[in-house]
C-alpha cells in the first residue's frame, strides 16, 4: 500500500496536470504503484486490441503479447497491421498474433467481425478499445455519423455487446475503454446530449475528441453497471509521443515534447489492466498510472443520472441494440 505521503503526492502530480500527464507521471509513481501482472498472466487466453496498428494501441498489443495472451490486433489496413506485427515480434518474439481487419467505426463490418469472432472462440478475457480519430471537418462513417462518435464510443460500444457472451464466457473477462485526460474540458451537458452528432456550431476535431472522450468514460461505467459479470474500465494514458498527439495536435507536441512519455508509458495501465485480476483492480473505475482516477476534475462534482440515460439510450439506439426489456 503505498504510503500517506505517496498518496498525497500522486494526488498533487494529478491535479497540477503537467507533471502527472508527461513522463515525470510514471518515473515518480512507479515508486508506488500495483505490482506488474504475472509474467504468464494471460497464457491461453484471447485479447482484442482495436487501433492495434500503431501508437499506443501497438504498444499495448506487445505488453499483452509479452504476458502470453494470443492478441488479435485490429485495423482498417491490412499493410499496416503486417509492419505492425513484425515491430511486436521483435520485442517479443514468441507473440501469438491475429491480424483482423476491420472497421470500427463501421457497424455492418464490427457486427461482419464478431460473427467470425464468435465462430472461431469460445471464450475472450478482454477488448482494449483504442482505435481513435481526430478529424479536422466534420465527417461521417458508413452509417451517417459522426466519426468520432462513430469511432470512439458506437462502434466500440456494439462490439462490447456482441462480444459479450464471450467475454461472460471467460473467466475474469474485461473491457478497456481507453479515454484522454481531455474529457475533463468536455463534461456531459445537455448541450452536449442534444448534440451528440456534433451538428450544430462549427465543427472543432479536438472538441470533438474531447466530448467522445468523455462518453467513453460514462459508457465504461454504464456498462459496468447493467453487467455485473463483466469489468468496464475507462482509462487515461497521459501525453505520449504517438500520432494522435505528434500528428494532431502538432504544436502543442512540440512544446511539451521533451517531458512526452514513450507510447509503452502511455500504454502501461492498459496492459496492466489487462493483466490483473479484477479482484485486484475491481470491476471498474476510470485510471491513469495503475490508480483510480476522478472522472471529474472536482471530485464532488456528480452527472445528472437522467442526462446520463439519455446519452446512453440515444447511443445504444444508434449502435442498433436492443432496447432493454426486449
Request: aromatic residues 6%; charged residues 25%.
Amino acid at each position: 500500500m503505498p504510503s500517506t505521503f505517496a498518496n498525497l503526492a500522486d494526488t498533487v502530480l494529478d491535479k497540477t496536470v503537467l507533471p502527472g500527464y508527461s513522463s515525470i507521471g510514471p518515473a515518480l509513481r512507479r515508486r508506488w504503484w500495483p505490482a506488474d501482472p504475472e509474467p504468464d498472466a494471460l497464457r491461453g487466453r484471447h485479447v482484442v486490441v482495436t487501433g492495434a496498428s500503431g501508437g499506443l494501441g501497438a504498444a499495448a498489443a506487445t505488453g499483452i503479447a509479452a504476458l502470453g495472451a494470443t492478441v488479435h490486433l485490429v485495423g482498417r489496413k491490412a499493410n499496416r497491421l503486417a509492419d505492425a506485427a513484425r515491430e511486436i515480434r521483435g520485442g517479443v518474439p514468441a507473440a501469438d498474433l491475429r491480424e483482423e481487419v476491420c472497421d470500427v467505426s463501421d457497424l455492418d463490418d464490427l457486427r461482419r467481425y464478431a460473427q467470425r469472432l464468435t465462430s472461431d472462440l469460445g471464450a475472450l478475457h478482454a477488448i482494449v478499445h483504442d482505435a481513435g480519430v481526430m478529424p479536422k471537418e466534420r465527417t461521417e462513417s458508413a452509417q451517417g455519423h459522426e466519426l468520432t462518435l462513430a469511432t470512439h464510443v458506437l462502434g466500440p460500444l456494439l462490439l462490447t455487446e456482441l462480444l459479450r457472451p464471450l467475454l461472460e464466457a471467460a473467466d475474469d473477462g474485461r473491457v478497456v475503454w481507453v479515454s484522454s485526460g481531455g474529457m475533463y474540458t468536455a463534461p456531459l451537458t445537455s448541450a452536449l446530449v442534444d448534440d451528440l452528432q456534433y451538428r450544430d456550431g462549427e465543427y472543432d476535431g479536438v472538441r470533438a475528441y474531447a466530448r467522445t472522450k468523455r462518453l467513453q468514460v460514462v459508457v465504461a461505467e454504464l456498462l459496468a453497471e447493467r453487467h455485473p459479470h463483466l469489468a468496464s474500465h475507462a482509462m487515461h494514458p497521459g501525453w505520449a509521443e504517438t500520432p494522435g498527439i505528434t500528428d494532431s495536435l502538432p504544436g502543442f507536441a512540440k512544446v511539451v515534447a521533451p517531458v512526452l512519455r514513450t507510447a509503452e508509458q502511455g500504454a502501461d495501465t492498459m496492459v496492466w489492466l489487462v493483466g490483473t485480476p479484477t479482484s485486484v483492480t475491481g470491476p471498474d473505475g476510470f485510471w491513469c498510472d495503475r490508480r483510480r482516477r476522478s472522472p471529474h476534475y472536482l471530485p464532488w462534482t456528480t452527472e445528472d443520472p437522467a442526462l446520463r440515460r439519455r446519452a446512453w439510450d440515444r447511443l445504444a439506439a444508434w449502435a442498433g441494440l436492443e432496447p432493454e426489456g426486449s
